[in-house]
């Protein structure tokens, strides 16, 4: 069982809608959750860090259900530069990450 | 200038043959890693170094060798290509304490084997 699964989509949307997806970790002892963006296979970069009350950082909002072992990532009011990979990453007690194979958003004009 | 360079950004090489790739990387940070990207994998991680001279394999590290001689640099050595070592390679480092939840990547280097 892969450590960090994601729905790979792709998600199309209308530019203003908005999307949400999630992804799901095995690793109970997981500290730390984030999501990167990744633009057409390039490298990979910290879009946010993922808090236990969840947070927003402008028109996205992170999540994040221990229960459950989740998390998830709202845009709100897509905007075509949204269009990216969105890779769901976690860090267990030391400082290796481990990445999911990332979830496709195509925002249309 | 500052940052995680690659070299090369891509790379054809044949079956059997040794291929070096190298990273770079400016901000004195301790931790360095190295990863392959395949499609409907992700990530996976091939080796890492939490500092100078001290490396530790990754999830996937058969086929290659890596060192740290210096703290700047973290080469990627593949011994004996294969084919299916046909991949994107992605170098990361990060710092320590809080610092370290985010990686810095590199912009990777696209490797075929024929």
């Known amino acids: 069982r892969k450590e960090v699964e994601q729905d790979p989509g792709p998600f199309n949307v209308p530019e203003g809608a908005t999307v949400a997806f999630n992804c799901t970790y095995s690793?109970?002892?997981?500290?730390?959750f984030f999501w990167y963006r990744q633009d057409c296979r390039k490298e990979p970069k910290l879009l946010m860090s993922?808090?236990?009350s969840g947070n927003e950082d402008g028109r996205f909002t992170a999540q994040l259900n221990r229960a459950s072992q989740y998390i998830s990532l709202l845009i709100r009011d897509s905007k075509l530069s949204d269009s990216a990979t969105y890779l769901c990453?976690?860090?267990?007690?030391?400082?290796?990450?481990?990445f999911g194979a990332g979830t496709t958003v195509t925002v249309r004009a | 200038d500052a940052g995680i360079t690659q070299s090369p950004r891509y790379k054809i090489t044949e079956t059997g043959r040794q291929v070096t790739l190298m990273c770079h990387q400016t901000?004195?940070?301790?931790?360095m890693f190295w990863y392959r990207q395949d499609l409907g994998h992700g990530l996976r991680l091939i080796y890492y170094?939490?500092?100078?001279?001290?490396?530790d394999k990754g999830e996937v590290p058969d086929g290659y060798v890596v060192s740290r001689s210096k703290t700047e640099n973290f080469p990627l050595t593949l011994e004996s290509a294969t084919r299916s070592q046909t991949s994107v390679y992605f170098c990361?480092?990060?710092?320590?304490?809080?610092?370290?939840?985010?990686?810095?990547f590199g912009p990777g280097t696209r490797l075929t084997v024929l």
């Open positions: 990453v976690v860090r267990s007690n030391d400082y290796k990450l481990s």
């Open positions: 170094s939490a500092a100078a001279d001290i490396t």
């Open positions: 993922v808090y236990s």
């Open positions: 690793n109970s002892a997981s500290q730390s």
């Open positions: 901000w004195s940070h301790s931790y």
């Open positions: 990361a480092s990060t710092g320590d304490g809080m610092s370290m939840d985010e990686q810095f």
